[in-house]
């Protein structure tokens, strides 16, 4: 069916490609219109604060312009990617191997479950003086911390994607000759439940992102711990800055992992 734009999934063009991208044009302009409409409610505000409270955007952008001229921003985000990029990976990797094989297997689900109750609950900041003791003040320390925090999700996301897929398809695929535990988790579940699957993924993300800042608060040098030092020091513009970078790198990764999503789950 023809369409005036195009959405916002991934659409057939005329040869059989499937783009990368889908651009909805009416979707991309509410949105322009709804980001410069919060960026004069925030110059209005700010109009009727001390600057020390809430700067203006301008007041934001030159400091932000200072940081990068200087090599403040890239040098702590450089230092928070070295402990995000492996947290992320570590984590979101067991979490995956973790949920689908609970998932799939009844006897390791009853032995974990009193264990995965237990630590469940457990948010990652209370991790941190493990992390001081076990790795040190350092980037491993953090990537302890991120990791824990990618680990719940994408356990819980594999977890009940393993758990949702159908019965009769298992049977289907018994009949059509795939047999063994392996053969129908490769050919047939992680399959059918890799929508849930990489949703957690693209959550996790996300999540990670904001655990950067918690993960550094014990010293680790990054755009969390240049924040922590900005609000002791009443520097708002500063604060501002370095949350709307962290803004941006989880907007440029969400992009592109959307984007690989699309290609991956092309059959949905």
């Given at each position: 069916m023809a369409t005036d734009v195009q959405s916002d999934h991934a659409v057939t063009t005329a040869d059989g490609e499937l783009p990368l991208v889908g651009i909805d044009r009416r979707r991309a302009g509410l949105g322009t219109v709804g980001f410069l409409g919060f960026l004069g409610l925030w110059w209005v505000a700010a109009l009727l604060q001390p600057a020390y409270?809430?700067?203006?955007?301008?007041?934001?952008?030159?400091?932000?312009?200072?940081e990068l001229v200087s090599g403040e921003i890239t040098t702590a985000l450089g230092e928070s990617v070295?402990?995000?990029?492996?947290?992320t990976i570590i984590g979101t990797t067991l979490g995956v191997a973790a949920g689908v094989a609970l998932g799939w297997s009844a006897v390791l689900d009853d032995l974990?479950?009193?264990?995965?109750?237990?630590l469940r609950p457990v948010p990652p900041l209370a991790l941190i003086g493990f992390a001081i003791a076990w790795f040190g003040i350092n980037h491993a320390g953090a990537a302890f911390i991120i990791a824990v925090g990618a680990f719940w999700i994408n356990f819980y996301a594999s977890y009940g994607g393993v758990e949702g897929v159908s019965d009769d398809?298992?049977?289907?695929?018994?009949?059509?000759?795939?047999?063994?535990?392996?053969?129908?988790?490769?050919?047939?579940?992680?399959?059918?439940?890799?929508?849930?699957?990489?949703?957690?993924?693209?959550?996790?993300?996300?999540?990670?992102?904001?655990?950067?800042?918690?993960?550094?608060?014990?010293?680790?040098?990054?755009?969390?711990?240049?924040?922590?030092?900005?609000?002791?020091?009443?520097?708002?513009?500063?604060?501002?800055?370095y949350i709307l970078v962290l803004s941006v790198m989880f907007l440029v990764v969400d992009m592109a992992y959307r984007a690989v999503q699309r290609r991956v789950l092309v059959w949905r």
């Amino acid at each position: 069916m023809a369409t005036d734009v195009q959405s916002d999934h991934a659409v057939t063009t005329a040869d059989g490609e499937l783009p990368l991208v889908g651009i909805d044009r009416r979707r991309a302009g509410l949105g322009t219109v709804g980001f410069l409409g919060f960026l004069g409610l925030w110059w209005v505000a700010a109009l009727l604060q001390p600057a020390y409270v809430l700067p203006a955007p301008p007041v934001v952008a030159e400091a932000a312009l200072a940081e990068l001229v200087s090599g403040e921003i890239t040098t702590a985000l450089g230092e928070s990617v070295r402990h995000w990029v492996p947290g992320t990976i570590i984590g979101t990797t067991l979490g995956v191997a973790a949920g689908v094989a609970l998932g799939w297997s009844a006897v390791l689900d009853d032995l974990s479950s009193p264990v995965v109750r237990t630590l469940r609950p457990v948010p990652p900041l209370a991790l941190i003086g493990f992390a001081i003791a076990w790795f040190g003040i350092n980037h491993a320390g953090a990537a302890f911390i991120i990791a824990v925090g990618a680990f719940w999700i994408n356990f819980y996301a594999s977890y009940g994607g393993v758990e949702g897929v159908s019965d009769d398809l298992l049977d289907v695929a018994r009949s059509l000759g795939v047999d063994g535990d392996l053969e129908l988790i490769k050919s047939v579940v992680i399959p059918a439940a890799s929508p849930e699957i990489m949703t957690g993924i693209r959550t996790g993300i996300g999540r990670c992102w904001m655990l950067v800042v918690a993960a550094e608060i014990f010293g680790v040098p990054g755009i969390g711990r240049r924040i922590l030092r900005a609000s002791n020091n009443l520097q708002v513009d500063l604060v501002i800055t370095y949350i709307l970078v962290l803004s941006v790198m989880f907007l440029v990764v969400d992009m592109a992992y959307r984007a690989v999503q699309r290609r991956v789950l092309v059959w949905r």
